[in-house]
Nanobody, 121 residues
């Protein structure tokens, strides 16, 4: 069982930045970030392997978002720069017990409660 708690969401103007954090209960897992806008399905944002040496991003955020993790502190991060109104969503961090790369929400075993990110134009 992995417990995850997101924080760091809020309201920001277009072009601004936010840093999301995901505090975990520890363990060995792949971490992913997903988001869900009103009326839309949950979508993949980014994923990082256990060691932090390999990352993958959705095309919509590539070059603007950076995923990272600090296993000594059992915490993951999502640095979001150059935010756009279309980035507005509830952001979730998730853990996958198997360590191979997957980007579908159905492939992740544990989820946080989510944190709201709102980008105004």
């Amino acid at each position: 069982q992995v417990q995850l708690v997101e924080s760091g969401g809020g309201l920001v103007q277009a072009g601004g930045s936010l840093r999301l954090s995901c505090a975990t209960s520890g363990g060995t897992f792949r971490m992913g970030w997903f988001r869900q806008a009103p009326g839309k399905e949950r979508e993949f944002v980014a994923t990082i392997n256990w060691s932090g040496s390999n990352t993958n991003y959705a095309d919509a955020v590539k070059g603007r978002f950076t995923i990272s993790r600090d296993n000594t502190k059992n915490t993951g991060f999502l640095q979001m720069n150059s935010l756009k109104p279309e980035d507005t969503a509830v952001y979730y961090c998730a853990a996958r017990r198997r360590l191979d790369i997957k980007t579908g929400p159905q492939d992740y075993d544990y989820w946080g409660q989510g944190t709201q990110v709102t980008v105004s134009s």
